[in-house]
């Protein structure tokens, strides 16, 4: 059972525009969602989080948009460059009280391909 | 920002031996740090939450005698996959957190087993 989909697998964009990477959740009970950037044969590089008490939060290009009621959450890069081409990772926590622990479940992933 | 420092970073091993990762914070302490696993093209996936001091907490489906964890210090875990075969090849992930979220990755150990 995926509590955490990131139905699309690959997003290609063009330099300068944005990106829009999409999360789905299925638990209600997850209160906090964090965003991750992997490069092959690395650990993931966090990026931005969202407490379920907000519904966005932005920092720098990176925004990321939070919709309880859709148990949906998004990541917008704007503009994009060359150098956001990696695998993108939405991750939640918060079932079983894990936000205090910080155990993560991590969506499937979404590959970024930012072509100059 | 908090470093999560892992090695190796990639190993070779014969089918039957015993792998040593270790995983350690850097510059903070840590009581509790995180062991996932991912498969190629797949999602990172939590084997184990180590605690320092006690034993630690594995998630369904995980063979605790196969993946022996440590946590020996408050910046040090180690994760021993016993007597590897080849479905062990993996890259395995180790990560800890500074006092609250978010975690914070190591760099991850390729593992191949012959």
């Known amino acids: 059972d995926q509590q955490v989909k ?17 999360c789905d959740y299925t638990n209600s009970m997850f209160d906090y969602f964090l965003w991750y950037k992997k490069y092959p044969a690395e650990g993931p590089t966090f990026l931005i989080s969202i407490s379920s008490i907000k519904d966005k939060n932005e920092d720098g290009r990176f925004t990321v948009f939070l919709n309880k009621s859709a148990k949906h959450l998004s990541l917008h890069i704007v503009p994009s460059q060359p150098g956001d081409s990696a695998v993108y990772f939405c991750a939640a926590s918060g079932i079983d009280g894990s936000s205090n622990t910080g155990k ?5 992933g979404t590959t970024l391909q930012v072509k100059p | 920002g ?16 015993s792998v040593k990762i270790e995983c350690r914070s850097l510059d903070f302490q840590a009581t509790t740090m995180f062991w996932y696993r991912q498969f190629p093209k797949q999602s990172l996936m939590l084997m184990a939450t180590s605690n320092e001091g006690s034993k630690a907490t594995y998630e369904q489906g995980v063979e605790k005698d196969k993946f ?26 180790c990560s800890a957190r500074e006092g609250g979220p978010p975690l914070h990755f190591g760099n991850g150990t390729r593992l191949t087993v012959t």
């Open chain 1, 6 to 22: 990131q139905n699309s697998p690959s997003l290609s964009v063009q330099e300068g525009r944005i990106s829009i990477l999409n």
């Open chain 1, 104 to 108: 993560l479940i991590f969506g499937q």
């Open chain 2, 2 to 17: 908090a470093v999560v420092s892992q090695h190796p970073s990639r190993v070779i091993c014969k089918s039957g031996t």
């Open chain 2, 68 to 93: 022996l964890i440590n946590h020996a210090s408050l910046t040090l875990s180690t994760l021993t996959v016993t007597s590897a075969h080849p479905e062990d090849s993996s890259f395995y992930i």
